[in-house]
C-alpha cells in the first residue's frame, strides 16, 4: 500500500426524498478532507453514491406510478436531483457509485455466494412475532404492549426461511477492534456500540428478504433478495472493482483511511461491516467517524415532519462557499448542533464579511492607494511585526494536527485567529498615518502591507478546502500563482515576492441585514414550496387524459356513510383513521390524511362521502379501504379543504349517481 494514496467515503444516500442540508453536511465534510489531502500531497480517491434498493423505494415508486427504476433515476440524475446537488456544492468526488450499477449488483451476488459457500452466510428459519396486515415481523421487545408497532394489531408467530450471516462468530474480534484500537471515533461512540450491542451479545443476521422484489438477487434462490445493509456496505469495495472488472483500484486504496458516517448508522458501519470484511478476509477500514446530526430546533429533520432545509436555496441566495463554511465552522463534527438561519447569516456577517472580507480589501485597497498596486523594496522585519509574523508560521502546523482530527472547526477558527490578528495589526500599525509620514512612506508602510498579503495568503491556502471558489478569487487578486497556493509555501511566511503586483477585485462577502433577510428567506421558501405545489399540479394534466367515457365513470363507486369512530394514527401528523358504517353489514376502515383540517372528535356522527371500491392501500402500517371525498382548492399558496358532509337525515349505504 502507497502512504501517499487516501481513499475517503460518505455514506450512500437512499434517493427516496431529495436531499436535505443535513445529508449535504457528512459530503461537504469529506470534500474538505478530500480536498485538504489532495493538498498535502496524497493521491485521493473520493467515493460518494446512492444506496437505491428496498421496501421503501419500491412503495415510494409504486405509490408515483413508476417503476423503481424510474423513480431512482430520477432523484439521482434529476433536476435538482443528487447529482445536481453535488455539483453545485462544488463536491469533488471521484467516483459515485449507484447501488443499481449493473458492475456492483454483479458483485454483489458474488460476495454473498462466496459468503454462502464458506458457511459465514447459512439458510435458517427467520421466527419472530407476525403482523399479517403489515407483512412486518417483529422481535418481542419491538412489540408494544405485546402487539404490532406500526397498526397495533395482534400479531402470530410465524416463521420464514432466510439467510443469516454468522455475526456472533466475530462478536470477540469486533469487541477488541472497537474497544483496544482507535477504528471508531469519536471515542463515545464506541462505549455505545459496546454496551448497546456487543454486550448483550451478537445474535446471527438476517440477510435476505422475501417480502419484495427491489433488491439484489440471491442468484441461487430465487425468491430471496439481499438485505439492503450487505448490498450497501458492499459499495465501498466494489466501488474500487472488488469482485468486478468496473474498476482496478482495490490493490491501490483499500483498506479505507474514513468512512465518514452519521451517527445513527455507525451501528453497520463498525460492527457488521468489519464482520463482513473479516469473513471476506479483506483488511479493515482505518477509521470509521461518526459525525453528529444538524438539527432544527432540537429535532432531527425529516421530509416527513416538513421541516427539512433546502441546500439550493441557501447556496443559491448566499454562495456555496459560504454554506461551505457555515456547516464547517458552526457544528463541532463529533457533535449535534442547532441548525439556524440566524447562525447561518451571523456567520458570514462577522466571520465572512467583516473579517475575511474586510481585511482582503483594506489590504489591497491600501496596496492599491499607496503604491498603485506594486509594492516597493520593504524595511527588514521590525518588533510590532513579530507576533503577527509568528502567529502565520506556526499556523499551518496547528491546522493540520486539527485537520488530523476531523476537528474542521477547530482548523477554521486557528485560521479566523490570524485574519482577526492581522485586523488588528492593521488598526495598530495604521498605514494611513505611515503614508503620511514622508520619511516612513516607503519601506515600513511596505513592510506593513507586506505582512498583510502575505498573511492574507498563508490563510487563503488552508481555507481552499472549505471554501475553493473564493479562495480562487482572492488568489487572483493576489497576483499568487499556483506555487503561491501550495501546502509547501503555506509553511513559509516570506515566500510572496516582495514587489508583488495586487489587482483589488469585487467584495467577496456583501453584508446581509439580518431583520430583512430573514424574512425575504422566509418568502423566497414560502414561493418554492408554492412553485413545487404549482409543478407536480402542472405535471399532472399532462399526463392524465382529459375525458373519461361514461362507461369508466359508472366505475367508481361512491356511497354515503356514518362516522362510528375517528382517531388520529400514532406517529403520523397528518392521518385520522375512520371507523365507518357504510351500510355493509360490517364497518369499513378509511385512512385520511386531513388531521390539519380536522380534529377527530368533530367528525363522530357526521355523514360523509367515500369513494366505496378504491383498492386497499397500506398507510403507516393501516390498511385503508376507499377515500373519503373532499372539496379542496388552493387558496392565495395554501390548501383548504372541506371534507363532503350530507345532512345527517341521509342514511348510511346509499350509493351515488
Ligand atoms: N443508505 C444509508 C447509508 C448506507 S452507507 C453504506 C443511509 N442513507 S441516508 O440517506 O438515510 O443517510 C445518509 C447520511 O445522511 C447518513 O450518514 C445520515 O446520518 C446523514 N444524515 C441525514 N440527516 C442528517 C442530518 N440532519 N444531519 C447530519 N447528517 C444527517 O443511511
Same mark, same amino acid.
Given at each position: 500500500?502507497?502512504?501517499?494514496?487516501?481513499?475517503?467515503?460518505?455514506?450512500?444516500?437512499?434517493?427516496?426524498?431529495?436531499?436535505?442540508?443535513?445529508?449535504?453536511?457528512?459530503?461537504?465534510?469529506?470534500?474538505?478532507?478530500?480536498?485538504?489531502?489532495?493538498?498535502?500531497?496524497?493521491?485521493?480517491?473520493?467515493?460518494?453514491?446512492?444506496?437505491?434498493?428496498?421496501?421503501?423505494?419500491?412503495?415510494?415508486?409504486?405509490?408515483?406510478?413508476?417503476?423503481?427504476?424510474?423513480?431512482?433515476?430520477?432523484?439521482?440524475?434529476?433536476?435538482?436531483?443528487?447529482?445536481?446537488?453535488?455539483?453545485?456544492?462544488?463536491?469533488?468526488?471521484?467516483?459515485?457509485?449507484?447501488?443499481?450499477?449493473?458492475?456492483?449488483?454483479?458483485?454483489?451476488?458474488?460476495?454473498?455466494?462466496?459468503?454462502?459457500?464458506?458457511?459465514?452466510?447459512?439458510?435458517?428459519?427467520?421466527?419472530?412475532?407476525?403482523?399479517?396486515?403489515?407483512?412486518?415481523?417483529?422481535?418481542?421487545?419491538?412489540?408494544?404492549?405485546?402487539?404490532?408497532?406500526?397498526?397495533?394489531?395482534?400479531?402470530?408467530?410465524?416463521?420464514?426461511?432466510?439467510?443469516?450471516?454468522?455475526?456472533?462468530?466475530?462478536?470477540?474480534?469486533?469487541?477488541?477492534?472497537?474497544?483496544?484500537?482507535?477504528?471508531? @471515533?469519536?471515542?463515545?461512540?464506541?462505549?455505545?456500540?459496546?454496551?448497546?450491542?456487543?454486550?448483550?451479545?451478537?445474535?446471527?443476521?438476517?440477510?435476505?428478504?422475501?417480502?419484495?422484489?427491489?433488491?439484489?438477487?440471491?442468484?441461487?434462490?430465487?425468491?430471496?433478495?439481499?438485505?439492503?445493509?450487505?448490498?450497501?456496505?458492499?459499495?465501498?469495495?466494489?466501488?474500487?472493482?472488488?469482485?468486478?472488472?468496473?474498476?482496478?483500484?482495490?490493490?491501490?486504496?483499500?483498506?479505507?483511511?474514513?468512512?465518514?458516517?452519521?451517527?445513527?448508522?455507525?451501528?453497520?458501519?463498525?460492527?457488521?461491516?468489519?464482520?463482513?470484511?473479516?469473513?471476506? %478476509?479483506?483488511?479493515?477500514?482505518?477509521?470509521?467517524?461518526?459525525?453528529?446530526?444538524?438539527?432544527?430546533?432540537?429535532?432531527?429533520?425529516?421530509?416527513?415532519?416538513? %421541516?427539512?432545509?433546502?441546500?439550493?436555496?441557501?447556496?443559491?441566495?448566499?454562495?456555496?462557499?459560504?454554506?461551505?463554511?457555515?456547516?464547517?465552522?458552526?457544528?463541532?463534527?463529533?457533535?449535534?448542533?442547532?441548525?439556524?438561519?440566524?447562525?447561518?447569516?451571523?456567520?458570514?456577517?462577522?466571520? *465572512?464579511?467583516?473579517?475575511?472580507?474586510? *481585511?482582503?480589501?483594506?489590504?489591497?485597497?491600501?496596496?492599491?492607494?499607496?503604491?498603485?498596486?506594486?509594492?516597493?523594496?520593504?524595511?527588514?522585519?521590525?518588533?510590532?511585526?513579530?507576533?503577527?509574523?509568528?502567529?502565520?508560521?506556526?499556523?499551518?502546523?496547528?491546522?493540520?494536527?486539527?485537520?488530523?482530527?476531523?476537528?474542521?472547526?477547530?482548523?477554521?477558527?486557528?485560521?479566523?485567529?490570524?485574519?482577526?490578528?492581522?485586523?488588528?495589526?492593521?488598526?495598530?500599525?495604521?498605514?494611513?498615518?505611515?503614508?503620511?509620514?514622508?520619511?516612513?512612506?516607503?519601506?515600513?508602510?511596505?513592510?506593513?502591507?507586506?505582512?498583510?498579503?502575505?498573511?492574507?495568503?498563508?490563510?487563503?491556502?488552508?481555507?481552499?478546502?472549505?471554501?475553493?471558489?473564493?479562495?480562487?478569487?482572492?488568489?487572483?487578486?493576489?497576483?499568487?500563482?499556483?506555487?503561491?497556493?501550495?501546502?509547501?509555501?503555506?509553511?513559509?511566511?516570506?515566500?510572496?515576492?516582495?514587489?508583488?503586483?495586487?489587482?483589488?477585485?469585487?467584495?467577496?462577502?456583501?453584508?446581509?441585514?439580518?431583520?430583512?433577510?430573514?424574512?425575504?428567506?422566509?418568502?423566497?421558501?414560502?414561493?418554492?414550496?408554492?412553485?413545487?405545489?404549482?409543478?407536480?399540479?402542472?405535471?399532472?394534466?399532462?399526463?392524465?387524459?382529459?375525458?373519461?367515457?361514461?362507461?369508466?365513470?359508472?366505475?367508481?363507486?361512491?356511497?354515503?356513510?356514518?362516522?362510528?369512530?375517528?382517531?388520529?394514527?400514532?406517529?403520523?401528523?397528518?392521518?385520522?383513521?375512520?371507523?365507518?358504517?357504510?351500510?355493509?353489514?360490517?364497518?369499513?376502515?378509511?385512512?385520511?390524511?386531513?388531521? @390539519?383540517?380536522?380534529?377527530?372528535?368533530?367528525?363522530?356522527?357526521?355523514?360523509?362521502?367515500?369513494?366505496?371500491?378504491?383498492?386497499?392501500?397500506?398507510?403507516?402500517?393501516?390498511?385503508? %379501504?376507499?377515500?373519503?371525498?373532499?372539496?379542496?382548492?388552493?387558496?392565495?399558496?395554501?390548501?383548504?379543504?372541506?371534507?363532503?358532509?350530507?345532512?345527517?337525515?341521509?342514511?348510511?349505504?346509499?350509493?351515488?349517481?
Amino acid at each position: 500500500m502507497n502512504k501517499n494514496k487516501y481513499y475517503i467515503t460518505t455514506p450512500i444516500y437512499y434517493p427516496s426524498d431529495k436531499l436535505h442540508i443535513g445529508h449535504a453536511y457528512c459530503t461537504v465534510a469529506a470534500d474538505v478532507m478530500a480536498r485538504y489531502k489532495r493538498l498535502t500531497g496524497h493521491e485521493v480517491l473520493f467515493l460518494t453514491g446512492t444506496d437505491e434498493h428496498g421496501l421503501k423505494i419500491e412503495d415510494k415508486a409504486r405509490e408515483a406510478g413508476v417503476t423503481p427504476q424510474q423513480f431512482v433515476d430520477s432523484i439521482v440524475e434529476g433536476p435538482r436531483g443528487v447529482l445536481d446537488l453535488w455539483k453545485l456544492m462544488n463536491i469533488s468526488n471521484d467516483r459515485f457509485i449507484r447501488t443499481t450499477d449493473p458492475y456492483h449488483e454483479e458483485a454483489v451476488k458474488k460476495i454473498f455466494k462466496q459468503l454462502y459457500d464458506q458457511g459465514d452466510i447459512y439458510k435458517g428459519k427467520y421466527e419472530g412475532k407476525y403482523c399479517k396486515p403489515c407483512e412486518s415481523f417483529w422481535t418481542d421487545s419491538q412489540l408494544v404492549e405485546g402487539k404490532c408497532p406500526d397498526c397495533g394489531r395482534e400479531v402470530a408467530d410465524a416463521q420464514e426461511e432466510a439467510y443469516f450471516f454468522r455475526l456472533s462468530k466475530y462478536s470477540d474480534r469486533i469487541r477488541d477492534l472497537l474497544e483496544n484500537t482507535d477504528f471508531l @471515533e469519536p471515542r463515545s461512540r464506541v462505549n455505545e456500540m459496546v454496551n448497546n450491542f456487543i454486550k448483550p451479545g451478537l445474535e446471527d443476521l438476517c440477510v435476505s428478504r422475501t417480502s419484495f422484489k427491489w433488491g439484489v438477487p440471491v442468484d441461487f434462490d430465487p425468491g430471496h433478495v439481499v438485505y439492503v445493509w450487505i448490498d450497501a456496505l458492499s459499495n465501498y469495495i466494489t466501488a474500487l472493482g472488488y469482485d468486478n472488472d468496473q474498476f482496478h483500484d482495490f490493490k491501490d486504496f483499500w483498506p479505507a483511511d474514513v468512512h465518514f458516517v452519521g451517527k445513527e448508522i455507525v451501528r453497520f458501519h463498525s460492527i457488521i461491516w468489519p464482520a463482513i470484511l473479516m469473513a471476506l %478476509n479483506l483488511p479493515l477500514p482505518k477509521k470509521v467517524y461518526g459525525h453528529g446530526w444538524l438539527l432544527l430546533d432540537g429535532g432531527k429533520m425529516s421530509k416527513s415532519k416538513g %421541516n427539512v432545509v433546502d441546500p439550493y436555496l441557501l447556496a443559491e441566495r448566499y454562495s456555496v462557499d459560504a454554506l461551505r463554511y457555515f456547516l464547517m465552522r458552526e457544528f463541532p463534527f463529533g457533535s449535534d448542533g442547532n441548525f439556524s438561519n440566524e447562525g447561518l447569516i451571523t456567520r458570514i456577517n462577522v466571520d *465572512l464579511a467583516n473579517d475575511l472580507g474586510n *481585511l482582503v480589501s483594506r489590504t489591497l485597497t491600501m496596496t492599491g492607494s499607496y503604491f498603485g498596486g506594486t509594492l516597493p523594496a520593504r524595511q527588514e522585519e521590525g518588533p510590532e511585526d513579530r507576533e503577527m509574523v509568528s502567529l502565520c508560521a506556526s499556523l499551518r502546523d496547528q491546522y493540520e494536527a486539527h485537520m488530523e482530527k476531523f476537528a474542521f472547526q477547530d482548523a477554521l477558527m486557528d485560521v479566523f485567529r490570524v485574519i482577526s490578528h492581522a485586523n488588528k495589526y492593521i488598526d495598530e500599525t495604521k498605514p494611513w498615518v505611515l503614508s503620511k509620514e514622508k520619511e516612513e512612506k516607503g519601506p515600513r508602510l511596505a513592510r506593513v502591507l507586506y505582512n498583510l498579503l502575505e498573511s492574507v495568503r498563508l490563510c487563503t491556502v488552508l481555507l481552499t478546502p472549505f471554501m475553493p471558489q473564493t479562495c480562487e478569487k482572492i488568489f487572483t487578486q493576489l497576483g499568487a500563482d499556483p506555487a503561491l497556493q501550495t501546502w509547501e509555501s503555506a509553511g513559509h511566511f516570506g515566500s510572496l515576492p516582495a514587489q508583488v503586483t495586487v489587482t483589488r477585485g469585487e467584495n467577496l462577502f456583501p453584508r446581509i441585514d439580518m431583520a430583512k433577510e430573514l424574512k425575504a428567506l422566509e418568502e423566497a421558501h414560502a414561493a418554492l414550496l408554492k412553485q413545487e405545489a404549482k409543478t407536480s399540479r402542472e405535471k399532472a394534466p399532462e399526463e392524465a387524459p382529459s375525458y373519461i367515457t361514461f362507461d369508466d365513470f359508472v366505475k367508481v363507486q361512491f356511497i354515503t356513510c356514518k362516522v362510528l369512530a375517528c382517531e388520529a394514527v400514532p406517529k403520523s401528523k397528518k392521518l385520522l383513521r375512520f371507523t365507518l358504517d357504510c351500510g355493509e353489514g360490517r364497518t369499513r376502515q378509511i385512512l385520511s390524511g386531513i388531521h @390539519e383540517y380536522y380534529e377527530p372528535e368533530e367528525l363522530v356522527g357526521k355523514t360523509l362521502v367515500a369513494c366505496s371500491n378504491l383498492a386497499p392501500r397500506k398507510m403507516m402500517g393501516l390498511e385503508s %379501504n376507499g377515500m373519503l371525498i373532499s372539496a379542496v382548492k388552493e387558496v392565495d399558496g395554501k390548501e383548504q379543504l372541506h371534507l363532503l358532509m350530507l345532512e345527517d337525515t341521509v342514511p348510511a349505504g346509499f350509493t351515488l349517481c
